[in-house]
């Protein structure tokens, strides 16, 4: 992988990371009162968010993905920005070899990743 394709990756997760920390901290920079209420029933994002974490335990990058991408196509939420930046972070540390192994490439990262951008409107 070149240096300026990794390093570019990382800018975009940087950027993922930047708009979701906006949508969560006010403009004083405390978080909004209705972030600190703790749910004990699981949202669908935290269904979404085990499903992908299953798929990616066993290697099935490509099925986390498309998980993750419908459900993002479906509803922009700040929870499945932070979802996508972990699955984003996890994946790009994967060698060559594991995301071949995976049917994943460096590419698909980037073009999701600026795929998530738009729907977001993130800019990095």
């Given at each position: 992988?070149?240096?300026?394709?990794?390093?570019?990756?990382?800018?975009?997760?940087?950027?993922?990371?930047?708009?979701l920390?906006?949508?969560?901290?006010?403009?004083n920079?405390?978080?909004?009162?209705?972030?600190?209420?703790?749910?004990?029933?699981?949202?669908?994002?935290?269904?979404?968010?085990?499903?992908?974490?299953?798929?990616?335990?066993?290697?099935?990058?490509?099925?986390?993905?498309?998980?993750?991408?419908?459900?993002?196509?479906?509803?922009?939420?700040?929870?499945?920005?932070?979802?996508?930046?972990?699955f984003?972070?996890?994946?790009?540390?994967?060698?060559?070899?594991?995301?071949?192994?995976?049917?994943?490439?460096?590419?698909?990262?980037?073009?999701?990743?600026?795929?998530?951008?738009?729907?977001?409107?993130?800019?990095?």
């Open positions: 992988m070149a240096a300026y394709e990794d390093d570019y990756i990382k800018k975009l997760i940087a950027a993922m990371g930047d708009t920390a906006g949508a969560l901290i006010g403009k920079g405390d978080m909004d009162s209705e972030n600190k209420e703790i749910d004990i029933v699981l949202s669908e994002e935290d269904l979404v968010h085990f499903r992908i974490q299953k798929f990616l335990r066993d290697r099935e990058v490509n099925m986390a993905e498309n998980i993750l991408l419908e459900a993002i196509e479906k509803k922009q939420s700040p929870k499945y920005l932070q979802i996508a930046k972990e984003y972070d996890q994946i790009n540390k994967y060698t060559e070899k594991q995301l071949e192994e995976c049917n994943f490439s460096r590419q698909e990262i980037i073009e999701d990743l600026e795929h998530i951008q738009k729907l977001y409107n993130c800019n990095a």
